[in-house]
Nanobody
Framework: QVQLVESGGGLVQAGGSLRLSCTAS????????MGWFRQAPGKEREFVAG???????YYADSVKGRFTVSRDNAKKMVSMQMGSLQPDETAVYYC???????????????????????WGQGTQVTVSS
């Protein structure tokens, strides 16, 4: 059973930075891709960034150049450094783990919520103007 725990959310001013972390339990971390999604009030959950088994990274266009996602397999941890945050990025941020992957991951695979079999409880990020 996979359990994911996010940390690092909080309140930041527009233009500021935050670092989110997600720690996984279970035996499948190294065989799975990891992703970050966010859900703002009244909106659908959306893909933000992901990292495949090899450390390859994938980003939504809206965060390219500002966010950096990485993984540490030894610690079973995935992190996301967020910069130049804007008020419309206020949301609950969720970490997700895909099922075991036996093929080369693609952006579409990581960006689809259907690829994920475990989610964290979410961490609130609030960006003030």
């Amino acid at each position: 059973q996979v359990q994911l725990v996010e940390s690092g959310g909080g309140l930041v001013q527009a233009g500021g930075s935050l670092r989110l972390s997600c720690t996984a339990s279970g035996r499948t971390f190294n065989d799975a891709a990891m992703g970050w999604f966010r859900q703002a009030p009244g909106k659908e959950r959306e893909f933000v960034a992901g990292v495949d088994r090899s450390g390859g990274t994938y980003y939504a266009d809206s965060v390219k150049g500002r966010f950096t996602v990485s993984r540490d397999n030894a610690k079973k941890m995935v992190s996301m450094q967020m910069g130049s945050l804007q008020p419309d990025e206020t949301a609950v941020y969720y970490c997700g783990q895909t099922r075991r992957v036996a093929f080369f991951e693609t952006f579409d695979y990581l960006a689809s919520q259907e690829s994920y079999v475990a989610w964290g409880q979410g961490t609130q990020v609030t960006v003030s103007s």
